[in-house]
């Protein structure tokens, strides 16, 4: 139902832009003068005609619109045994824009948009009398249309003679095609219909608005638009002003391309996801509803219920412009180093790193760190001065020990393959200086990446000091003086840090975003703007980070030891299509309380999180599991360990109590399974000291 988005002009692409010869039979077919000389190697004869000079009087309202379109006729997009079509595809978004929200769609709700449309088009279109190409996957055949079925979206044709068809796959005479056209009742589906150029310019309107229909329906129109139960909503302005947005954007390479492909990845996805919803819904209407293969069935119904809302709600973010900002932001599209993988003749190199080696220097790394019985083989060994060079050398596997000095890098890490970089020596007396301005001075993108023993300063930046973008990345006995950003850790990346200490950032010592695992064992991270920063935004698309912190120090920030961050917009959750009523009115109860707790929990922006867990969250909420996910700290040296742990509880039992109302009590522990995990897996031992404004907050933005 709904066509794949594709970058550039390949969107675009209709059949009637390719390539065909016999432009001079194209031209008698459409009546045209083929006696005037033509341009050499001219191959579109762009004949230009302003729309709806001549309009009836009861067209007037649905043609003031398109005024100013100018429609052009290809003639190189059919084979020669076909007369030109008028072009219709390349109308901005504007036109279209004007075209769906004033006279087509309008404030339609999406139950309505079918009959908005066929009234459309039963204003617009041409009863009777005009010609088109009826074109298919299967075959190209001209006809003639005789009457309208704008209800179906459909067209009552017949052949033309001489019969003219074309066809890759099928052979079909003018008897086998008329048997063809009996079968379907002579009716055929408009949005294959192209209209054929005339030079009078009478049918023009009735392309055009074959087109708005045709675009419609392949990238606006999603199959379960119409099955929402949430019906009371403006059509064009919730789904029909995004995704045209979307489509441009795309045109235009405004999107990137792994974002787009991520998003024609869930639009699949979620249409299969439907069908198979449908099917279970409409077994279970059928069925005996006191069956044990219906109760099953429910339970199946269910899932797919809850997977279908999830993967609309995705799409819908990335549907949004400002959601789209934030996604790019968050690494897509950005161009990276690819990964060498294992070097051609299979060995692994160690890479030596110093400003001047002395024999001195050279006898301590042979015993310390190159001494042969602490390798299984071989391994070569190369020289370097600079580490940037080094690094840059490196395929999987490889080891890189920079020795003691100061080294000034112009320029920045991209460290694609799984590699090791230590120093040889103590963090203060290996030193890595960033020059100039730039983004990350060291970005991770590989499988598995162990940074130990550096201290990196850097100046001037624009992105973090270290940015792990995906994979996962191991900091040991690091020190980081930052500018901007301290570390960075991207979406569905993970970071694992030890002993590290983080200081100067203007923003975040740390910055984590969702689906990442962050684990931090006894750092330092002091004098920032913030310590750790949580983007905890989007909850439809990603989830939650999984935060392991133990015998951290976290202090003298300028905010909060850790902010939560969260977006204040967030789309109104629709209801779910597959309904099943409360089985008492002590679970009605319990739904709604839990409601009145959730919107007690909501905050203004730049406040702090302070609140009781209530009484009813604890009663529900499994003490033993509680346990196992978080650990408090028996000794009480955390400051705030406790208060985060209560704000997780909180939130987390009252999303269970949301999910288990809308359940049968036969299906509660079917829904165990999808309970959130917490945020904090595990935080013991960590110390809050002088923070501005506390220890902990959220913060909407």
């Known amino acids: 139902m709904s066509e794949r988005l594709e970058s550039g002009e390949e969107a675009e692409s209709r059949p009637e832009c390719a390539d065909l010869g016999g432009e001079e039979q194209a031209v008698e077919a459409a009546g045209v003068d083929c006696d005037e000389p033509d341009e050499p190697n001219r191959s579109i004869d762009q004949v230009s005609t302003r729309l709806f000079q001549d309009q009836k009087e009861s067209f007037a ?18 084979r020669s045994s076909f007369p030109a079509v008028v072009e219709t595809t390349q109308l901005s978004y504007y036109e279209r824009y004007k075209a769906y929200q004033d006279y087509i769609l309008g404030d339609t709700k999406p139950s309505e948009v079918q009959d908005f449309i066929a009234e459309y088009l039963e204003k617009v279109l041409e009863p009777y009398g005009w010609q088109a190409i009826w074109s298919n996957d299967m075959f190209e055949v001209l006809v003639e249309v005789t009457d309208l079925e704008t209800s179906n979206l459909r067209a009552v044709v017949k052949l033309t003679e001489p019969f003219r068809y074309e066809s890759e796959t099928y052979s079909l005479n003018m008897e086998g095609m008329e048997s063809f056209l009996e ?42 638009d119409e099955d929402d139960d949430d019906d009371d909503f403006d059509y064009f302005v ?75 709600y995705k799409l819908q973010i990335m549907e949004s412009p400002l959601y789209r900002y934030v996604l790019r932001q968050d690494g897509y599209g950005l161009p990276g180093k690819q990964a060498k993988g294992t070097r051609p003749s299979g060995e692994k190199m160690i890479h030596v790193v110093s400003s001047s080696m002395t024999i001195t220097l050279l006898k301590s790394l042979l015993k310390e760190k190159l001494n042969p019985d602490s390798f299984i083989q071989e391994q070569a060994m190369e020289f370097h001065s600079d580490p940037l060079a080094a690094i840059n050398a490196c395929y999987e596997g490889d080891i890189v020990i920079i020795c003691p000095g100061r080294y000034s890098v112009n320029g920045f890490f991209t460290i694609a393959d799984s590699i090791q970089v230590e120093g040889y020596g103590l963090p203060d007396d290996i030193v890595l200086v960033k020059e100039g301005k730039g983004d990350a001075f060291v970005d991770c993108t590989a499988s598995c990446v162990k940074i130990s023993n550096l201290k990196i300063i850097q100046h001037d930046a624009t992105e973090g000091i270290l940015c792990v973008r995906k994979g996962r990345t191991i900091l040991e006995n690091c020190v980081f003086q930052c500018d901007s950003t301290g570390v960075v850790l991207r979406t569905s990346a993970q970071l694992y840090m ?4 983080i200081y100067g950032a203007k923003g975040a010592g740390i910055e984590i975003y969702p689906s990442s695992m962050c684990e931090l064992f006894g750092n330092d991270i002091h004098h920032c703007k913030e310590g750790i920063l949580i983007k905890n935004f989007m909850e439809e698309l990603y989830e939650v980070p999984k935060i392991t912190m133990m015998n951290n120090l976290i202090h003298n920030h300028e905010d909060y030891g850790i902010t939560m961050s969260k977006f204040a917009i967030n789309f109104t959750k629709k209801k779910p299509c597959f309904v099943l009523h409360y089985t008492s009115d002590v679970e009605r109860t319990t739904n709604l309380q839990c409601d009145l707790n959730e919107q007690n929990l909501e905050l203004n922006s730049g406040s702090c999180v302070s609140q009781q867990v209530p009484d009813l969250l604890i009663e529900e909420c499994d003490p033993a599991a509680s346990e196992e996910i978080v650990v408090f700290n028996p000794l009480n040296t955390a400051e705030c360990d406790e208060a985060i742990t209560n704000e997780l509880i909180s939130t987390s039992a009252t999303k269970m109590e949301q999910t288990r109302s809308r359940l049968n009590e036969t299906l509660d522990s079917e829904m165990d399974n999808v309970m959130p995990q917490e945020i904090f897996p595990s935080i013991v031992g960590n110390h809050f000291k002088k923070n501005g404004k506390g220890s902990f907050g959220i913060v909407y933005c």
């Not at 309202?61 to 059919?78: F, H, M, P, T, V």
């Not at 995004?242 to 999107?255: A, F, G, M, S, T």
């Not at 030890?498 to 200490?501: A, F, R, S, T, V």
Request: glycine letters at 2%; a negative charge; one cysteine or more.
């Open 238 to 312: 919730r789904c029909c002003e995004p995704r045209l947005k979307l489509y441009y954007d795309i045109l235009e390479d405004r999107v990137p391309v792994d974002l787009i492909a991520e998003y024609n990845q869930l639009l699949s996805k979620c249409e299969e996801t439907y069908k198979e919803f449908i099917k279970v819904r409409n077994d279970i209407s059928t069925s005996d509803s006191e069956s044990e293969l219906n109760n099953v069935s429910m339970v199946e119904g269910v899932k797919l219920c809850e997977e279908l809302d999830k993967l609309k």
């Open 61 to 78: 309202n649905c043609d003031s619109s398109n005024k100013g379109i100018i429609l052009k006729r290809i003639l190189n997009g059919r």
């Open 183 to 224: 079968a379907k009742n002579h009716q055929v589906p408009l949005q294959e219909l192209y209209v054929a150029f005339d030079e009078s310019g009478e049918f023009e309107q009735t392309a055009l608005a074959i087109e708005h229909l045709r675009f419609f329906y392949q990238h606006i129109w999603r199959i379960w």
């Open 498 to 501: 030890k002993n590290c200490d």
